[in-house]
């Protein structure tokens, strides 16, 4: 015959039932409120995406375009530094000065040229 289990355990027990009982019945509660919240986010998301101003788009452009031009630069000094160990007789050198030039003759039509 099994012992009976003391009346402190089944206290206890029963506190951390109800415990999780309650944490389901907040979260249960609460889901319709959480699941509206990121409605209203993903719908204002969606309306930024469609609306962003003229101003934004010249920012965001403006901001490209700097990027490219920062890559340009840094791949001209890269070129001349191959170009002159490619002069001194390094073939690897010579390589790689070949390979920066196809990639700042791509990139050279997308950055824009101002006259000085």
């Known amino acids: 015959m099994e012992k009976p289990l003391p009346f402190a355990t089944l206290m206890l027990s029963g506190l951390m039932l109800s415990g999780c009982v309650a944490k389901s019945a907040f979260d249960l509660a609460t889901m319709p409120v959480r699941a509206g919240a990121r409605a209203v986010n993903t719908t204002a998301d969606a309306y930024d995406r469609v609306t962003v101003s003229q101003s934004e788009r010249d920012e965001k452009r ?36 070949r390979r920066l030039y196809r990639e700042m003759d791509l990139l050279r039509a997308s950055v824009p040229y101002e006259p000085e």
């Open 62 to 97: 403006g901001r490209q375009i700097r990027q490219r031009e920062e890559r340009y630069g840094r791949l001209s000094r890269d070129y001349d530094r191959a170009r002159a160990d490619c002069r001194e007789g390094d073939d690897d050198a010579c390589d790689d000065a």
